[in-house]
C-alpha cells in the first residue's frame, strides 16, 4: 500500500485498480447495508445460544430457551386431542341413536366417520361407498343385517362371519348342490329371477315355487323377502350382491359365496365406530 | 410599496436541486421547510385535519345491524370473511365491489392528474399528509427553520437532548397511534383497544402497529422528500398523465425574469427587472429541498407552500400575486411566447406589462374551460360507468344464493324398487343478519321426491329449511325418480325461497341415470 489515490472526478478514493483507464472507486458500503449485516451477526449468535444448535460428542446444546420441535409437536397434538375431548365425550356417553337425533353431534360425528371410512372401510366398499360385487353398496336401501343406525352399529361393531368374535353375525347359506337335484337348482333359480323379472326360462318358475317353498323359505321368507336377522337378502328386489339373472343365481345356489367383515369394535374403539355407523347411516339408505 | 429592500432575504440551498444535488451514496443533506402561510397553506391545515379525521375516527363509528351482526361501522372481519361499510354488508365472493372501487380510484387519479395535476401528492398522500403532522411537532419544539437549522448544527447540550428526547417521543406517540389506529378496522374497537392495553390482544395486532409504528416514525420523521423522490414509483408514472391543460405549480419567469436583488438600482442602470426579487422564500418552504424557479421537476409534490410563500412577498412589494402560480403548460408558453418576443430575445418583463405597469390583456390567465377537454371527459365518463355499474350492481344484488354440488362418486344410486337417487350438496348462503327460513324445492323431473339428511325423512318435493342469521347452510340433498318416470328429462331446478319475502333463487341441476334408463 502506498500513496492514496482519488478520482478526480468524484473525489473518492480508489482501489488504485485499473483496466483500460476505468479505476475501481472504493466507496464503503451504505452505512444501513454495514448496521444490517451487524445485526444479523449478532441476531445468529444469539440464535445459537437461546436455541438448540451447536454439535456435541453424543449430542447437541440445548439452548437456553429449551426450545424442541418434539416437544412442540406433542403439545400440539395434546391441545388437539383436549379440544376434542367435550366431542368425544359426548360420543362415548350417547348411544348411536342420541347422537343421530342431535344436530350438531350428529354433523360432528358424520365428518369424523367420513375421515375414518376413507381410512378403513373404502378397500372394500369403495370410496363413494358404491362397494362391488360381494361387497355391498352402503348408499342403497337394501341391508343384509339391517338399516337401522342400531343395527348398522352392531354389524361394524361384530362384522360379519368374523372368527374373533363371538358375537358377529354367523349364519351361512348351505351348498344346495349336495341338497337338491341339478333339474331343481335350474327351477328354483327360474322361480327367483322370475320374482325380479329377469327369468331366462320363465316356464320352470313354477316348479321352482314348490323347491323354493320346501329349502329356501325358511331362511328367505314364503315371500322372498329375506330375514335380516339371519342376513338373508330380499330377492325380490333391484339390487343383487354378486350378480343379477338366472345364471348367477345358479352358480349362487349350488355354492354360495359367503363374504367376511372383520370386527371393527375391537380394532377402531367404541367411538371410532359410532361414528363410522353415523356415517353410513347418513348416506341415504338408513332407516 | 415598501422597496424590494425591505423584503427578508434567506439565505437557503435547494439542496435537492437537479443542478447542485450531490450523487448518490453521499449522506443526504437535510431539508428545514419553514413555516408557511397563506390560502394554501390553510386548505392543507383544512384537508389534514379531515384526512387524519377520516383515519383516526372511522373504526369508532357505530351502525346497527340488529343483534346478529357487529355494530362497527366500518369494519373488515377477516376472521369470519365478512367486510362491514355502514349499510352495506360484503361477503368474500362479492370482493369484485372493491375491485371496482380499485377501477374508479385509478380512473379518478388519471381525471384528477389530467386537470389538477399532482394534487394527490400535495394534499391528501399519506406520506404528505403526516409528513405535515411530524414537521408541526418539529416546529413546536425546536423552532422555525433558521432556530432548527441552529439547534441541528449545534453541539449537544442540555437543552438540545431534551429538545431532541420530547421531539422524537411525540413522533413515536404519533407512530404508535397510527399503526393503532389500523389495527381498529379488523376488529370490534372498544373491545379490541382493551384487549390491546392489557396485553390480551392477538399477537398479530401487536405485530402489525409494531411495522406500522415502525414505517410511520421512519417515512415520516426521518427519511421525509426521499420516500418521495427515490422510493415511490407514482412521480414517474404521474409525469405521464400530465398534458398541456393539466394544472401545475409553475414559477411564471416570463413575467419574474431577470430576477434582481436590487431592483431601484438596476432600473436606474436602465436594466430590464422581472418581478422576482430572488428573496428565496420559495425555497425555504419548500418541503422538498427544490427550487421551483429551476421549472417543472420530478422531485416537486406541487403542495403550493411556495405560491403562498411567494404571494406573501408579491403583497409587501406592490405586485400583482402569481408570480408562482397554478398554471397549465398552454398558458405558460403563450405568455413566455409574449415576453421573448416568439423565442427571438431573452424575457423582457416590459413585453408583458401595458402603459400603466398592469400586466397586459394579451396575457393568458388560467380558466376553468381547460379543464374541459376530450380526455377529461372521457375519464369523467368511464368513471362514472364504473360507479353507475357498481351502484347498479349493488342495488341489484342477492341476499339469497343457492349452489349445488353433485355427488360424482357414486353418480348414481339404484335402489331396491329400481328407482334411482342421486345426491346432492347444497348450499343456502343467507346473507343478511337476520335468521331466516327458506323453502327448498324442485321443479321438473316429473315424480321425483327429496329427502334432506337430518331434517326431515320424509319424501317430498318440498322442504322448509331454517338458516341462520349471515351464515351458509349446507344441507345434504338426496333426490330419488320412481324407476316408471326414469329418463322422462335430466334436467331439473332446485328452488329455493324465503319464506317471509319474495327473494327467490333458482339453481339449475342435473339427474344422472344408468344408461340404459335413459
Same mark, same amino acid.
Given at each position: 500500500?502506498?500513496?492514496?489515490?482519488?478520482?478526480?472526478?468524484?473525489? =473518492?478514493?480508489?482501489?488504485?485498480?485499473?483496466?483500460?483507464?476505468?479505476?475501481?472507486?472504493?466507496?464503503?458500503?451504505?452505512?444501513?447495508?454495514?448496521?444490517?449485516?451487524?445485526?444479523? !451477526?449478532?441476531?445468529?449468535?444469539?440464535?445459537?445460544?437461546?436455541?438448540?444448535?451447536?454439535?456435541?460428542?453424543?449430542?447437541?446444546?440445548?439452548? !437456553?430457551?429449551?426450545?424442541?420441535?418434539?416437544?412442540?409437536?406433542?403439545?400440539?397434538?395434546?391441545? $388437539?386431542?383436549?379440544?376434542?375431548?367435550?366431542?368425544?365425550?359426548?360420543?362415548?356417553?350417547?348411544? =348411536?341413536?342420541?347422537?343421530?337425533?342431535?344436530?350438531?353431534?350428529?354433523?360432528?360425528?358424520?365428518?369424523?366417520?367420513?375421515?375414518?371410512?376413507?381410512?378403513?372401510?373404502?378397500?372394500?366398499?369403495?370410496?363413494?361407498?358404491?362397494?362391488?360385487?360381494?361387497?355391498?353398496?352402503?348408499?342403497?336401501?337394501?341391508?343384509?343385517?339391517?338399516?337401522?343406525?342400531?343395527?348398522?352399529?352392531?354389524?361394524?361393531?361384530?362384522?360379519?362371519?368374523?372368527?374373533?368374535?363371538?358375537?358377529?353375525?354367523?349364519?351361512?347359506?348351505?351348498?344346495?348342490?349336495?341338497?337338491?337335484?341339478?333339474?331343481?337348482?335350474?327351477? =328354483?333359480?327360474?322361480?327367483?329371477?322370475?320374482?325380479?323379472?329377469?327369468?331366462?326360462?320363465?316356464?320352470?318358475?313354477?316348479?321352482? $315355487?314348490?323347491?323354493?317353498?320346501?329349502?329356501?323359505?325358511?331362511?328367505?321368507?314364503?315371500?322372498?323377502?329375506?330375514?335380516?336377522?339371519?342376513? $338373508?337378502?330380499?330377492?325380490?328386489?333391484?339390487?343383487?350382491?354378486? $350378480?343379477?339373472?338366472?345364471?348367477?343365481? !345358479?352358480?349362487?345356489?349350488?355354492?354360495?359365496?359367503?363374504?367376511?367383515?372383520?370386527?371393527?369394535?375391537?380394532?377402531?374403539?367404541?367411538?371410532?365406530?359410532?361414528?363410522?355407523?353415523?356415517?353410513?347411516?347418513?348416506?341415504?339408505?338408513?332407516? | 410599496?415598501?422597496?424590494?429592500?425591505?423584503?427578508?432575504?434567506?439565505?437557503?440551498?435547494?439542496?435537492?436541486?437537479?443542478?447542485?444535488?450531490?450523487?448518490?451514496?453521499?449522506?443526504?443533506?437535510?431539508?428545514?421547510?419553514? &413555516?408557511?402561510?397563506?390560502?394554501?397553506?390553510?386548505?392543507? #391545515?383544512?384537508?389534514?385535519?379531515?384526512?387524519?379525521?377520516?383515519?383516526?375516527?372511522?373504526?369508532?363509528? &357505530?351502525?346497527?345491524?340488529?343483534?346478529?351482526?357487529?355494530?362497527?361501522?366500518?369494519?373488515?372481519?377477516?376472521?369470519?370473511?365478512?367486510?362491514?361499510?355502514?349499510?352495506?354488508?360484503?361477503?368474500?365472493?362479492?370482493?369484485?365491489?372493491?375491485?371496482?372501487?380499485?377501477?374508479?380510484?385509478?380512473?379518478?387519479?388519471?381525471?384528477?392528474?389530467?386537470?389538477?395535476?399532482?394534487?394527490?401528492?400535495?394534499?391528501?398522500?399519506?406520506?404528505?399528509?403526516?409528513?405535515?403532522?411530524?414537521?408541526?411537532?418539529?416546529?413546536?419544539?425546536?423552532?422555525?427553520?433558521?432556530?432548527?437549522?441552529?439547534?441541528?448544527?449545534?453541539?449537544?447540550?442540555?437543552?438540545?437532548?431534551?429538545?431532541?428526547?420530547?421531539? %422524537?417521543?411525540?413522533?413515536?406517540?404519533?407512530?404508535?397511534?397510527?399503526?393503532?389506529?389500523?389495527?381498529?378496522?379488523?376488529?370490534?374497537?372498544?373491545?379490541?383497544?382493551?384487549?390491546?392495553?392489557?396485553?390480551?390482544?392477538?399477537?398479530?395486532?401487536?405485530?402489525?402497529?409494531?411495522?406500522?409504528?415502525?414505517?410511520?416514525?421512519?417515512?415520516?420523521?426521518?427519511?421525509?422528500?426521499?420516500? +418521495?423522490?427515490?422510493?415511490?414509483?407514482?412521480?414517474?408514472?404521474?409525469?405521464?398523465?400530465?398534458?398541456?391543460?393539466?394544472?401545475?405549480?409553475?414559477?411564471?419567469? #416570463?413575467?419574474?425574469?431577470?430576477?434582481?436583488? %436590487?431592483?431601484?438600482?438596476?432600473?436606474?442602470?436602465?436594466?430590464?427587472?422581472?418581478?422576482?426579487?430572488? +428573496?428565496?422564500?420559495?425555497?425555504?418552504?419548500?418541503?422538498?429541498?427544490?427550487?421551483?424557479?429551476?421549472?417543472?421537476?420530478?422531485? +416537486?409534490?406541487? +403542495?403550493?407552500?411556495?405560491?403562498?410563500?411567494?404571494?406573501?412577498?408579491?403583497?409587501?412589494?406592490?405586485?400583482?400575486?402569481?408570480?408562482?402560480?397554478?398554471?397549465?403548460?398552454?398558458?405558460?408558453?403563450?405568455?413566455?411566447?409574449?415576453?421573448?418576443?416568439?423565442?427571438?430575445?431573452?424575457?423582457?418583463?416590459?413585453?408583458?406589462?401595458?402603459?400603466?405597469?398592469?400586466?397586459?390583456?394579451?396575457?393568458? %390567465?388560467? %380558466?376553468?374551460?381547460?379543464?374541459?377537454?376530450?380526455?377529461?371527459?372521457?375519464?369523467?365518463?368511464?368513471?362514472?360507468?364504473?360507479?353507475?355499474?357498481?351502484?347498479?350492481?349493488?342495488?341489484?344484488?342477492?341476499?339469497?344464493?343457492?349452489?349445488?354440488?353433485?355427488?360424482?362418486?357414486?353418480?348414481?344410486?339404484?335402489?331396491?324398487?329400481?328407482?334411482?337417487?342421486?345426491?346432492?350438496?347444497?348450499?343456502?348462503?343467507?346473507?343478511?343478519?337476520?335468521?331466516?327460513?327458506?323453502?327448498?324445492?324442485?321443479?321438473?323431473?316429473?315424480?321425483?321426491?327429496?329427502?334432506?339428511?337430518?331434517?326431515?325423512?320424509?319424501?317430498?318435493?318440498?322442504?322448509?329449511?331454517?338458516?341462520?342469521?349471515?351464515?351458509?347452510?349446507?344441507?345434504?340433498?338426496?333426490?330419488?325418480?320412481?324407476?316408471?318416470?326414469?329418463?322422462?328429462?335430466?334436467?331439473?331446478?332446485?328452488?329455493?325461497?324465503?319464506?317471509?319475502?319474495?327473494?327467490?333463487?333458482?339453481?339449475?341441476?342435473?339427474?344422472?341415470?344408468?344408461?340404459?334408463?335413459?
Amino acid at each position: 500500500m502506498g500513496e492514496k489515490h482519488i478520482d478526480e472526478l468524484s473525489g =473518492v478514493e480508489t482501489t488504485g485498480h485499473e483496466w483500460d483507464g476505468i479505476t475501481e472507486l472504493n466507496n464503503p458500503m451504505p452505512r444501513w447495508w454495514l448496521w444490517t449485516f451487524y445485526a444479523t !451477526v449478532v441476531w445468529a449468535l444469539a440464535y445459537t445460544i437461546a436455541y438448540p444448535a451447536w454439535p456435541m460428542i453424543s449430542s447437541a446444546t440445548t439452548g !437456553v430457551l429449551g426450545y424442541s420441535s418434539r416437544a412442540d409437536v406433542k403439545n400440539e397434538l395434546a391441545a $388437539a386431542e383436549a379440544a376434542k375431548s367435550d366431542y368425544i365425550e359426548a360420543v362415548k356417553s350417547n348411544s =348411536v341413536g342420541d347422537i343421530l337425533a342431535d344436530d350438531k353431534l350428529r354433523q360432528l360425528a358424520t365428518a369424523a366417520g367420513s375421515a375414518a371410512f376413507k381410512v378403513n372401510c373404502i378397500q372394500c366398499h369403495a370410496s363413494g361407498a358404491q362397494g362391488s360385487p360381494g361387497f355391498p353398496n352402503l348408499n342403497d336401501d337394501e341391508w343384509l343385517w339391517g338399516g337401522s343406525i342400531d343395527q348398522i352399529y352392531k354389524s361394524i361393531a361384530h362384522g360379519v362371519r368374523f372368527d374373533g368374535d363371538e358375537n358377529t353375525h354367523a349364519s351361512e347359506m348351505p351348498a344346495f348342490a349336495d341338497i337338491i337335484e341339478p333339474k331343481q337348482v335350474n327351477e =328354483v333359480a327360474a322361480y327367483v329371477a322370475s320374482l325380479s323379472g329377469t327369468a331366462d326360462t320363465p316356464e320352470l318358475a313354477a316348479a321352482g $315355487a314348490k323347491v323354493f317353498a320346501d329349502n329356501c323359505a325358511a331362511c328367505h321368507g314364503d315371500n322372498a323377502k329375506g330375514n335380516k336377522e339371519l342376513g $338373508a337378502p330380499d330377492l325380490t328386489d333391484a339390487i343383487a350382491l354378486y $350378480a343379477s339373472g338366472q345364471a348367477a343365481i !345358479v352358480s349362487q345356489v349350488r355354492h354360495p359365496k359367503h363374504g367376511v367383515m372383520p370386527a371393527w369394535g375391537a380394532r377402531l374403539g367404541d367411538v371410532n365406530v359410532k361414528e363410522l355407523a353415523i356415517f353410513v347411516h347418513s348416506l341415504g339408505g338408513g332407516e | 410599496m415598501l422597496d424590494d429592500r425591505e423584503v427578508e432575504r434567506l439565505e437557503v440551498e435547494a439542496v435537492n436541486s437537479a443542478r447542485i444535488r450531490q450523487p448518490l451514496y453521499t449522506a443526504r443533506q437535510k431539508v428545514f421547510p419553514k &413555516r408557511a402561510s397563506g390560502q394554501f397553506r390553510q386548505f392543507k #391545515w383544512v384537508i389534514m385535519l379531515i384526512t387524519l379525521g377520516i383515519y383516526y375516527l372511522t373504526p369508532w363509528l &357505530r351502525w346497527d345491524r340488529g343483534p346478529y351482526a357487529p355494530d362497527q361501522a366500518v369494519l373488515l372481519d377477516i376472521a369470519n370473511r365478512r367486510f362491514y361499510f355502514f349499510a352495506i354488508e360484503i361477503w368474500p365472493q362479492e370482493f369484485f365491489y372493491v375491485a371496482g372501487l380499485l377501477v374508479m380510484a385509478g380512473i379518478g387519479l388519471f381525471l384528477v392528474t389530467s386537470t389538477v395535476g399532482r394534487a394527490w401528492c400535495g394534499y391528501t398522500c399519506p406520506q404528505t399528509v403526516w409528513v405535515d403532522l411530524f414537521l408541526v411537532v418539529e416546529r413546536g419544539i425546536e423552532g422555525d427553520r433558521n432556530a432548527r437549522i441552529k439547534l441541528d448544527s449545534a453541539p449537544w447540550s442540555l437543552t438540545k437532548l431534551w429538545k431532541r428526547i420530547a421531539k %422524537h417521543a411525540i413522533w413515536l406517540v404519533i407512530a404508535v397511534a397510527t399503526g393503532g389506529a389500523w389495527i381498529f378496522y379488523f376488529a370490534d374497537a372498544p373491545r379490541l383497544l382493551g384487549a390491546f392495553v392489557t396485553g390480551q390482544a392477538e399477537p398479530v395486532a401487536y405485530i402489525t402497529v409494531a411495522i406500522l409504528t415502525a414505517t410511520t416514525y421512519v417515512f415520516g420523521g426521518l427519511m421525509r422528500e426521499q420516500v +418521495c423522490t427515490y422510493m415511490c414509483p407514482w412521480p414517474r408514472i404521474q409525469a405521464a398523465m400530465l398534458d398541456e391543460n393539466s394544472l401545475t405549480v409553475t414559477y411564471n419567469d #416570463w413575467r419574474g425574469e431577470p430576477r434582481s436583488r %436590487h431592483a431601484k438600482k438596476a432600473l436606474a442602470e436602465g436594466l430590464s427587472v422581472g418581478d422576482c426579487v430572488d +428573496c428565496n422564500a420559495c425555497v425555504a418552504v419548500c418541503p422538498m429541498g427544490i427550487d421551483i424557479r429551476d421549472g417543472q421537476q420530478l422531485e +416537486c409534490i406541487t +403542495c403550493a407552500l411556495c405560491i403562498d410563500a411567494c404571494d406573501g412577498v408579491m403583497d409587501k412589494i406592490g405586485k400583482e400575486r402569481g408570480l408562482i402560480s397554478y398554471a397549465t403548460l398552454a398558458d405558460y408558453q403563450s405568455n413566455m411566447a409574449i415576453a421573448t418576443d416568439r423565442g427571438t430575445a431573452t424575457i423582457d418583463p416590459a413585453r408583458v406589462r401595458d402603459a400603466q405597469g398592469k400586466l397586459d390583456k394579451g396575457i393568458s %390567465h388560467f %380558466h376553468i374551460r381547460r379543464l374541459l377537454r376530450p380526455r377529461t371527459f372521457v375519464y369523467a365518463g368511464a368513471w362514472s360507468l364504473v360507479g353507475l355499474g357498481l351502484l347498479a350492481a349493488l342495488l341489484s344484488r342477492d341476499r339469497l344464493d343457492i349452489n349445488v354440488l353433485q355427488d360424482r362418486n357414486p353418480q348414481y344410486v339404484v335402489l331396491s324398487d329400481g328407482s334411482i337417487r342421486n345426491g346432492y350438496t347444497v348450499k343456502l348462503l343467507n346473507m343478511v343478519p337476520e335468521p331466516r327460513s327458506f323453502e327448498l324445492s324442485i321443479e321438473g323431473l316429473p315424480g321425483a321426491v327429496m329427502s334432506v339428511v337430518g331434517i326431515d325423512q320424509r319424501e317430498t318435493r318440498s322442504i322448509t329449511i331454517d338458516a341462520e342469521p349471515d351464515k351458509l347452510k349446507t344441507v345434504r340433498v338426496y333426490v330419488r325418480q320412481p324407476r316408471e318416470q326414469l329418463g322422462q328429462g335430466q334436467g331439473f331446478s332446485f328452488v329455493v325461497v324465503d319464506r317471509a319475502g319474495a327473494e327467490r333463487d333458482v339453481y339449475a341441476a342435473k339427474f344422472n341415470v344408468p344408461e340404459i334408463a335413459r
